[in-house]
């Protein structure tokens, strides 16, 4: 595997509809991501339910997801306690938000940056108290670390000082999130070499969304980096509700296909992520799904990057059915 | 200028629909992309108008854009006869496609790989020929050069055969186009440098599709082999009607944005792009627009590469009123 794709939608994607998936239906899903290769899946957070509602069962999840072989199994959790009760459920890797925008870190989780900093120390402190088998990984995703929509420009020298400190704090890895859809391609590609070159073993992935159309772009400017983790979510789901295109996330079908046409061997198999999409849809009926290769099917001659071989089912090529070239003239001759 | 950005929304958009845009309005819509900073615009195609009748009023349409100060006026020709119409009609830059599949080549404009490379040598000595003043630049985009609908894998030493042998002939420019959105930003990046290396200052740009929502990042590939010219369409129209989604060409607003937040200038205006917008969208009414710009707006923060400045009105930021951040815990504290 060359690029890891860690599937979000169950969190990210889930906690942005007002609608609460059924449990049953998210284990489901999971299953189901689990089975077309999704090889980590963030699957909850662990947030008062009163917050967020949608994530009130993220213990259950956790702990059948716990079961599936060879997944590495997420959650989300913004402080000690939440990070306390994933750890009980199961969880041996934990995301922890912590957001280089002032206003934004205490408009989200109450705490400035310094105190969101001192708060990850004291679960990784915690954290190197436990039985060894129970000490979960701790990472970090830097939101608004391109941008943020109450503070808009954040200072680049600040999220590298608060990731060192992250990483002086405990941190197992640091990755820098793009939320909002600010990120453009150089920005990405530099802030992530940056990244790399400060914090070495330690610098995490990218968790990118596609507001302005850019999440693919700023994947391709983040590989340049040497990047190989994405989050990305399924269907896209959790669109932004002010403009009716935009999905939230990048759309994991749409991602997995670019990679694997870069050459880049995510171990996904495409028919049966369109497995997982379909059970996705009876778990949410009529919302929202997002992402072109689902409509368009891989391109003709398509390969896989490891398997050297063409899907077999729905995510076969459709291009010959498929669009006109653009300068089609229809035997002008 | 850092980047050109090459509208072709009147020829290529408009063709890929089966309504005929008024004349009169397709010429306010060119003055409108004129009048927000794009500086090249292909504005039709000179083909039999029974083959494309949406294209039937190229002359006029030429006659009418080469009034406009500072404007380089484009127009599609596939072969000696709409070449000479052009020429005839006032154009001063003349693309033709020339396609690196053979099934294509002989679908689209019946005449094989080879044919087509003798007629652009037939045309470039025509050109020859003409008095200075009336002498057309030749701009070849080799179609299909990443793929194709029909014959699917396309030898990537055969696109750089066909290149070497145009450029020969007498083309001035000879770019690379992506009309069926198959290319990949890995197979951008390495056919780009190649052009480039080979063929030196007559290496064209790119023409990038986004029918599997890959184009930007296409772009952002290209950028990285040393691309500075860029074809989109103003709303992607000419969408592929397999996918409802799926823009035809990348859309000249998310592309601006991206560019101009890159700090690359491209010298348009977000705001007066949003006017032409306005007036293809009065000129096409009903007709399906895209782009994700449009919608959300620029990030907060935003400034223009060159002038530093904010975008005044429609382009300006919204993301403030937009999408909570993803990892948005809503105050879990």
Not at 57 to 82: C, F, S, W, Y
Not at 250 to 261: G, K, P, R
């Amino acid at each position: 595997m060359d690029v890891l794709v860690s599937e979000v939608g169950p969190r990210d994607g889930l906690q942005s509809i007002s609608r609460t998936m059924p449990t049953t239906a998210k284990q489901r899903w999971v299953r189901a991501l689990a089975a077309a290769g999704l090889r980590e899946i963030e699957v909850g957070s662990f947030v008062h339910p009163k917050l967020l509602p949608q994530m009130a069962d993220a213990a259950e999840v956790v702990r059948d997801a716990i079961q599936i072989p060879g997944l590495t199994v997420l959650a989300l959790a913004p402080n000690m306690k939440g990070v306390m009760r994933a750890v009980e459920a199961g969880t041996r890797k934990i995301t922890m938000p912590v957001s280089a925008s002032h206003l934004h870190s205490l408009a989200n989780i109450r705490m400035s940056c310094d105190e969101a900093i001192e708060e990850v120390a004291r679960v990784c402190a915690w954290r190197d108290s436990l039985p060894e088998a129970q000490r979960p990984e701790i990472e970090i995703g830097i939101s608004t670390a391109f941008g943020c929509t109450i503070q808009g420009v954040v200072e680049e020298d600040w999220v590298f000082t608060m990731a060192a400190r992250l990483a002086r704090a405990g941190a197992d890895s640091i990755g820098l999130s793009d939320g909002v859809g600010y990120a453009n391609p150089a920005q990405v590609k530099r802030m992530f070499t940056r990244l790399r070159a400060e914090l070495g073993e330690r610098a995490g992935g990218a968790h990118l969304h596609n507001t302005r159309g850019q999440g693919l772009a700023n994947v391709a400017a983040a590989l340049e980096a040497g990047v190989t983790t994405f989050d990305s979510s399924q269907g896209g789901i959790g669109g932004c509700p002010y403009s009716p295109g935009a999905t939230g996330n990048i759309v994991t079908e749409d991602l997995v296909w670019m990679l694997e046409a870069m050459g880049l061997d995510t171990g996904i198999d495409l028919d049966l992520l369109a497995e997982a999409r379909r059970v996705l849809a009876e778990g949410l009926p009529g919302e929202a799904l997002y992402g072109y290769l689902p409509d368009v099917g891989t391109e003709k001659g398509f390969r896989y990057a490891r398997r050297g071989e063409a899907p077999e089912g729905t995510g076969r090529a459709r291009g010959s059915a498929a669009c006109q070239p653009a300068d089609s003239v229809a035997a002008a001759g």
